[in-house]
């Protein structure tokens, strides 16, 4: 017998498995932090935690940049104008929206700070 909602079965699955992807995210970054906090060798230290920071910055920025160039490139936005400012100062969720062709593009920076500052 058929009551009609079977097309909306899965959908309903769909929509279910995806409510899980906030639990995986905020699973990475716990266990990012631990990993990233039983690897460095380093005892604590207002100097070790810099050099860290540093070391980390030199790393990504540069990748940061090239991705938020290309997400401008392909939007059609220019790339040196305010909103290119401020997503490479790292405050498109603060100060302007993120560019509409990326909308993703707003994890980024929270992403990026994690990673410097998980020390």
């Not at 380093?42 to 070391?55: D, Q, W």
């Amino acid at each position: 017998m058929r009551t009609g909602n079977e097309s909306y079965f899965p959908g309903y699955i769909a929509a279910f498995i995806a409510n899980f992807g906030s639990i995986g995210v905020l699973l990475f970054f716990v266990l990012s932090g631990f990993v990233i906090g039983k690897t460095t060798k380093e005892p604590f230290s207002a100097l070790a935690a810099r050099n860290y920071i540093a070391r980390r910055m030199i790393r990504l920025y540069p990748i940061y940049l090239v991705a938020i160039a290309a997400s401008f490139l392909v939007a059609g936005e220019p790339l040196w104008s305010k909103s290119f400012l401020v997503h490479a100062t790292f405050m498109e969720t603060w100060l302007g929206p993120t560019i509409s062709m990326n909308l993703p593009l707003w994890t980024l920076h929270m992403e990026f700070m994690f990673m410097c500052c998980s020390c």
